[in-house]
């Protein structure tokens, strides 16, 4: 049964979603981050506050947990600010494992060898998280197994806490240097290295949104921000440890992934396609359509090239677009150094949202009130509706001052205050004054 599986089409996304957490209320000013991703999981840029809906109601009832008797009303007026105008962005633990097997040293599409192609890719990713001021910590763990010390690359929790560094710190640039002059002689071993990553960001996501929130000053009611958690998989290989078990050990490594279902896995696979590499291989009958298939990996190996070996040229595109699917992550798979780059531009788009914020109408203080945010643009031909959350209203009492006229009015009593007490303050200064000199 696994082997006719092996053979079945991957799963495909349905359509562009939408994603919304809200954040704590100021006073009725309600903020929520949303996430607007399209059918690859890769942010959709430059959408406009016209773009947007939102509606709320007040929750009188509910049934089980479920409210009811929900009375939506339209918010007319909202302030939506894309994610490069943003003072502030959640946080983020971001592991990134980059593969250090012998195929590594070929060139690719650009003659650029690929090791250096992805540190350049690496050291851009970390540039553009200190060119936004983001609070993102990465710990950059090299991979691979050999029966050499100097050529293995252990990869397990305590190894990749070790080298967990805020993005600014420059141990974090003096790693990246280290791993640039690396041998570059292992085996490829994907899931294990995918395991204990995705397995450590998971068993301390209590502690990251500890920390996340640490200086944070957190009403009753408020719930704390998670951190958003990410494993950058970067590799231009297939998974070749006892390969005749490999159907077995990725259905646990996706046991792994629902368990810890908070954790996205994006993927970068360097290389040439394997259509490309059935092209110039010599009588590789494979059709096309079996490329696209769990199995093409060991189907392409029995192809041979007129120079070189077929191993160092194979990436696994199927399972690698799998594990970025199963876990709502992004796969890529660049060519050269400058698409390699660019993938991991696209890597770190997926790390920001943009924010809304509206003024809830009538809001009661202590009120829970359901937001139902959706998104229609014609220009994109985009049509999402978003999963209704709940906000509630702080407990302490705010008086809601439309900007004209109250606050016009208020603005205006406190300058004329000020200016009579100044008047008065003048007139009594003076006649002070005057009777000190009549006492000379």
């Known amino acids: 049964m696994a082997f006719l599986l092996g053979f079945l089409p991957l799963p495909v996304l349905a359509s562009s979603k939408i994603e919304v957490s809200p954040r704590p209320t100021d006073g009725d000013i309600v903020n929520l981050k949303v996430s607007v991703v399209n059918d690859d999981n ?224 994006y993927t970068l696979g360097y290389g040439e396609s394997l259509r490309q590499l059935r092209d110039r291989a010599i009588n590789c009958n494979i059709p096309y359509s079996l490329l696209a298939q769990k199995k093409a990996v060991d189907l392409i190996q029995s192809c041979k090239l007129s120079s070189g070996d077929i191993y160092n040229y194979i990436v696994d595109q199927p399972r690698l677009k799998q594990i970025a699917e199963l876990t709502g992550g992004i796969s890529k798979f660049p060519q050269n150094a400058n698409e390699a780059v660019n993938s991991l531009e696209t890597f770190f788009k997926a790390l920001r949202e943009y924010e809304v914020q509206f003024k809830q109408p009538n809001a009661i203080p202590g009120e829970e009130y359901q937001v139902q945010v959706s998104i229609n643009s014609s220009s994109r031909k985009l049509n999402l509706n978003a999963e209704p959350v709940k906000i509630r209203m702080p407990n302490i009492s705010f008086y809601k001052l439309p900007l004209i006229p109250d606050r016009l009015i208020i603005l205006v009593f406190t300058l004329g205050v000020l200016g009579g007490g100044l008047w008065w303050f003048k007139g009594w200064s003076k006649q002070l004054k005057d009777e000190a000199e009549r006492w000379i």
């Open 42 to 265: 890769i942010p959709i840029e430059g959408l406009q506050t016209s773009d947007f809906k939102i509606e709320t109601a007040r929750i009188t009832a509910k049934s089980e947990g479920t409210p009811i008797n929900l009375q939506y009303s339209e918010v007319n007026r909202l302030k939506l600010i894309p994610p490069g105008e943003q003072l502030t962005s959640d946080p983020a633990y971001v592991v990134i494992l980059l593969d250090m097997s012998g195929s590594m040293k070929v060139k690719d599409a650009s003659k650029v060898k690929k090791i250096d192609g992805a540190i350049r890719a690496i050291q851009g990713f970390i540039n553009l998280v200190r060119e936004k001021n983001l609070p993102v910590h990465i710990s950059l763990v090299p991979f691979g197994e050999s029966n050499k010390p100097q050529d293995n690359y252990e990869v397990n929790q305590e190894i990749i806490a070790r080298n967990l560094l805020p993005a600014n710190s420059p141990d974090l640039d003096q790693r990246v240097a280290d791993l640039a002059s690396s041998p570059t002689n292992a085996g490829t071993n994907l899931y294990d290295p995918l395991k204990e990553a995705v397995q450590y960001l998971g068993n301390n996501s209590q502690e990251f949104t500890r920390k996340a929130n640490a200086n944070r000053n957190l009403n009753n009611d408020d719930e704390p921000i998670p951190p958003k958690l990410a494993v950058i998989l970067l590799s231009d290989g297939y998974h070749n440890r006892n390969r005749g078990t490999e159907d077995q050990q990725f259905e646990n490594l996706t046991k792994i992934f629902q368990k810890y279902a908070t954790v996205r896995v």
